[in-house]
């Protein structure tokens, strides 16, 4: 891909890092991208969610928690670390960026999927910002939580293509086939987004005072259920046409991961239902869902090869593992993706 002469001249300054390294921070931003969002949820049932009044600022002036009558200590240190979490994910979303900028040859999808990680962190910030500004409005709480989740499963996309070339996609199953995983992924999003519906008319909404969704929560509940059976009974199916088109092992033990963790994420919610919504069982549902997106992420990838991933090189033509490379790039000139 073309990058400016400047640019490639200060990155050539480094020496390109292993796949194993590259693929260690893509994982890291898969943790902490699904983490922030875990950590959020705590800040939701804890009623946490404005110790923290105003933004970027803790509070006006200061940019840490200040002893304040009208505000709990614990929730003020519960909403602010969370905000510090972003600190974190910002670091490794950055950190893949570099990775991939500085990795040769330099590979075009690698480069734009890391560059989404620092571009969505950025994004979340500011979104993060409305919300507590909005005070919480139900609406940019789900956005904040399902852009989260999207940047998850960009993620995942990233350490798959950490490991893997960039070869003209081979299909290893028939479009059928394909085509139902692709459905199965927009039921998924069918699922995040009334499950964000169900959480908005329900009894957590990070403060008090917040107004909620003016919907029946049980309502809200059944179709939120019926887009989880119809995800199971597509699983179904998709496991029946797996096997009449013999699909390779790998995408069964995705196909196994999807299964395992739909069907436990789905016993903590209807446990989490009957039992009154208990806060533990809150933060374990979004880690449930971040969980569930991963998987589905990663099976996607199974669907496809793109060859193995091209040997590394340094700007001073040899490989990361020292022997005799390809030709460095010239200067200033995009490389191969």
Not at 109 to 129: C, F, N
């Amino acid at each position: 891909m073309s990058l400016p002469a400047f640019l490639v001249r200060f990155l050539d300054r480094f020496s390109s890092p292993s796949p194993r390294l590259m693929r260690a921070f893509a994982i890291a931003a898969v943790v902490t991208h699904a983490g922030i969002a875990v950590t959020g949820s705590v800040v939701r049932v804890t009623g946490s969610g404005l110790g923290c009044p105003t933004w970027p600022n803790c509070f006006p002036g200061s940019l840490v928690p200040v002893a304040h009558p009208e505000y709990d200590t614990l929730n003020q240190w519960i909403e602010f670390g969370n905000r510090l979490l972003t600190g974190v994910v910002g670091f490794v979303s950055l950190a893949c960026l570099f990775l991939a900028l500085i990795t040769r040859p330099r590979r075009r999808r690698l480069v734009l999927l890391a560059l989404a990680m620092p571009l969505g962190t950025l994004a979340q910030g500011i979104m993060g910002g409305i919300t507590v500004l909005m005070e919480l409005r139900w609406w940019t709480v789900a956005l904040h939580f399902l852009g989260s989740s999207l940047l998850v499963w960009l993620a995942v996309l990233l350490v798959r293509a950490s490991t893997e070339g960039d070869q003209e996609e081979r299909p290893l199953v028939p479009g059928a086939v394909r085509g139902l995983v692709l459905t199965m992924n927009i039921v998924l999003a069918g699922l995040l987004v009334t499950g964000t519906l169900v959480t908005a008319a329900g009894p957590h909404s990070g403060d008090i005072d917040t107004p909620r969704l003016e919907l029946p929560v049980a309502n809200l509940a059944q179709v939120h259920a019926e887009f989880l059976f119809l995800f199971l009974g597509m699983l179904i199916a998709l496991g029946f046409t797996m096997r009449a088109v013999s699909a390779p092992a790998r995408m069964w033990r995705g196909f196994w991961w999807v299964v395992g963790v739909v069907l436990a994420q789905g016993t903590v919610g209807m446990v989490q239902y009957w039992t009154g919504v208990p806060e533990v069982l809150v933060a374990l549902h979004v880690l449930g869902a971040g969980a569930t997106v991963v998987v589905v992420a990663w099976f996607w990838t199974t669907l496809r090869d793109r060859g193995r991933a091209p040997v590394p090189f340094s700007t001073r033509g040899r490989a990361s593992d020292g022997s005799a490379a390809t030709p460095r790039e010239p200067v200033g000139a995009g490389s191969s993706d």
